[in-house]
C-alpha cells in the first residue's frame, strides 16, 4: 500500500490542490445522477464539490492512505450514503463496482506504474465514461528536486512526473479515445517560514521523511526550504481528459 500521510495537516494547508481540483471537475460534464470515482479524494475537499453536482448520484472516495479516508469520512459525512469510502492503491486491481466518470487530481504522480494505473482505472468505467484528472507533470517542482539533489543521499523521491506524450500512448494503450494531454505552470509561492516548512513535510516531503529518523526531520525540511527562499514552488501540472472506449 502508498504510505499513509498526515491527513489533518494535509487539510489545513492544501489549498492549492483544492484549487486546482475545482478547476479539474468543471472539465467533468456530469447529469447529477451518475456514479463517480474520486481516485485519490485526499482529504475531500475536491469531494465535496463533485458530491454536490450528485445531487441523484453516488461518489467512490478512494485513497491509499487510511488517514486520509478517514478525513474525508467527517468532512462528507452530510451527504450520507451517496458517499462509499474505499482505501486502495490504484497500482492495483481496484475492488468497487463500475463507474459512469472519474475525477482524479493531485494524485496519479505517486503511481509508479501509469500503464497499470490506467489499465485498472479502465477495468472499472463503463463505456463511453469520461476520466477528467490532473497531477504532476514533466518538469513539477524542479527547483525543489534540485535542492534535494545537493542535501543527504541525493534521492528525488518517488513521484512520476510524466510527459502528454507518454501519457496519450498509455491512455490509448489501455482502452481509451478522445485523448486530451497538456501541461499548464502553476507557480505556487507560499507564506515563508514555519507555514512553508509544514507544506513541505506534509505534502512534498513525506516519502523523505520516511526514510529518516525523527531526530533528522526538522534539519532536512529546515535545508529544502532554505534552498528556496522565496517559498515558490514551480508546480507544472499534468491535464488529461479521456473517454473510456
Known sequence: MPRDWDARTY???ADPMTRWGETVLERLPLAGDERVLDAGCGSGRVTERLAERLPNGQVVALDGSPAMVDVARERLAPFGDRIEYVVADLGKPLPIEPVDAVLSTATFHWVPDHDALFRHLAAVMLEGGRLVAQCGGSGNIASIRRVLATLGDGWLGDVHFETPEATVRRLAAAGFDEIECWLTDEPTTLEPGEPFESYLRTVVLGSHLARMAPSEH????????????????DYVRLNIVARRA
Open 11 to 13: 487539510d489545513r494547508v
Open 218 to 233: 526538522d534539519a532536512f525540511v529546515h535545508a529544502v526550504a532554505a534552498g528556496l527562499p522565496e517559498g515558490r514552488i
